[in-house]
């Protein structure tokens, strides 16, 4: 069962001299599964290979391409691994309680995630130190999915049920 479909990059450059080496001239879909990351080819939607296996419940995933790292959460979202393109191997970086999705703002390196168990917004330099929470509490409710624009300073999230306030006149607005 695919659990995330995560992103559309030509990037298999960063795969030189594995399997994918063949297929580095299309683009592919990176994804993530109960026990590996897998990438398909946009074109055909044909399985290219396997970028690492043998994972416990993985589930978020993005890619810093520039860098060649691709990163992950695992073991039903307690932990975010890595792994340096080509042929590093995989180390755990960060726990935590229950990742829902990881982005990575490809200007500084940044690793922000959703936690749905602290209900948090998190980040954290690449190698997982320098941690910080960066929104809690009232302001995150369920939080699923999260995006960064690094030209803007945006961070884009998506949650179950929206937050919202109520003004003396009954109008209400959804932040």
């Known amino acids: 069962m695919l659990l995330i479909w995560v992103a559309l990059f030509g990037f298999l450059s960063a795969l030189q001299g594995s399997e994918a080496d063949a297929n580095s001239s299309s683009p592919v879909i990176f994804y993530s599964n109960e026990d590996s990351i897998r990438y398909i080819g946009v074109n055909d939607l044909s399985v290219r290979g396997t970028l690492i296996s043998g994972l416990t419940k993985a589930r978020a995933l993005a890619l810093y391409v520039e860098r060649g790292w691709?990163?992950?959460?695992?073991?039903?979202?307690?932990?975010?691994?890595?792994?340096?393109?080509?042929?590093?191997?995989?180390?755990?970086?960060?726990?935590?309680?229950?990742?829902?999705?990881?982005?990575?703002?490809?200007?500084?390196?940044?690793?922000?995630?959703?936690?749905?168990?602290?209900?948090?917004?998190?980040?954290?330099?690449?190698?997982?130190?320098?941690?910080?929470?960066?929104?809690?509490?009232?302001?995150?409710?369920?939080?699923?999915?999260?995006?960064?624009?690094?030209?803007?300073?945006?961070?884009?999230?998506k949650m179950i049920h929206a937050l919202s306030n109520s003004t003396r006149g009954g109008s209400r607005n959804v932040l």
């Open 70 to 157: 691709i990163v992950w959460s695992e073991k039903d979202g307690t932990e975010i691994s890595r792994l340096h393109l080509p042929g590093g191997t995989k180390e755990v970086i960060l726990h935590t309680l229950e990742v829902r999705d990881i982005a990575i703002e490809w200007e500084t390196g940044l690793i922000y995630w959703t936690d749905h168990g602290k209900e948090t917004i998190e980040v954290a330099r690449i190698d997982g130190s320098y941690r910080k929470t960066l929104i809690s509490g009232q302001y995150v409710a369920n939080p699923m999915a999260i995006a960064v624009d690094p030209l803007r300073g945006y961070v884009g999230l």
